[in-house]
């Protein structure tokens, strides 16, 4: 069965300073693994994919993920963080194109000013 | 651009009641899923459906049924409301699997609350 953990409930980072939030995941094939972003009163918005290919990942809004298989991990990143980067942020996983994903419980990121 | 589309942002039914929420996609996707999202639970999948008349259960579907009699909409049911099921409710399509398609899209959500 695949599963996603999030270790962080919550994380806090001063505006302009790197900000990770962690994912690890747990999947019997090779994983496609899926960062979403969801802001106050809105839907999931997709941020980044890794499907296959380099391990580093670019994505919407100047995010970035890393995936790293010895560690089963898929951590997403910023350099600098902006306040408007505060929201509830999922990682997910499935293991097959078109099979539900499997998201994690959520981190909220918190940027302060 | 893809546009999942939620009958409704805000829904407030009695106890006993039966509810729809109603999904829309727009894009030709066969693939439907309905979850629903609680805080420090993150969003747990009720059912999803791969083709019209087709359902599946997910990890979490008792209480709810679904209905897809058309590839563009996706109902969620609940039979009998119960306060338990307040909750948001989203529901996501994907593109038929190939390369660069397999990003799940996600409607704007539906905040039910069950008194």
């Known amino acids: 069965a695949q599963s996603v953990a999030q270790p962080e409930d919550q994380v806090n980072v001063a505006e302009g300073n790197p900000l990770t939030v962690k994912c690890t995941y747990s999947v019997s094939g090779n994983p496609y693994l899926f960062w979403y972003v969801q802001y106050p009163n809105r839907g999931l918005q997709f941020l980044l994919k890794?499907?296959?290919?380099?391990?580093l990942v670019k994505g919407s809004y100047g995010f970035e993920a890393e995936f790293n298989k010895s560690q089963t991990s898929f951590h997403l990143k910023k350099p600098s963080a902006l306040v408007s980067d505060s929201a509830l942020y999922f990682c997910a996983v499935r293991d097959s194109g078109n099979t539900p994903l499997v998201f994690g419980k959520g981190t909220r990121l918190s940027v302060i000013a | 651009d893809v546009k999942v589309t939620q009958s409704s942002r805000y829904l407030v039914k009695r106890t006993g009641e039966k509810v729809f929420l109603e999904c829309v996609q727009d894009?030709?996707?066969?693939?439907m899923f309905w979850y629903r999202q609680d805080p420090g639970l993150g969003l747990r999948l009720i059912y999803f459906?791969?083709?019209?008349?087709?359902?599946e259960k997910g990890d979490i579907p008792e209480g709810y049924s679904v209905s897809r009699e058309k590839k563009e909409r996706f109902s969620l049911i609940l039979e009998s409301a119960s306060t338990n099921q307040t909750s948001m409710y989203l529901c996501?399509?994907?593109?038929?699997?190939?390369?660069?398609?397999?990003?799940?899209?996600f409607g704007p959500g539906t905040r039910l609350t069950v008194l």
């Open positions: 459906s791969y083709d019209v008349k087709m359902k």
């Open positions: 996501a399509s994907i593109p038929p699997e190939g390369p660069g398609t397999d990003t799940q899209y």
């Open positions: 890794y499907i296959t290919g380099d391990n």
């Open positions: 894009m030709d996707h066969e693939n």
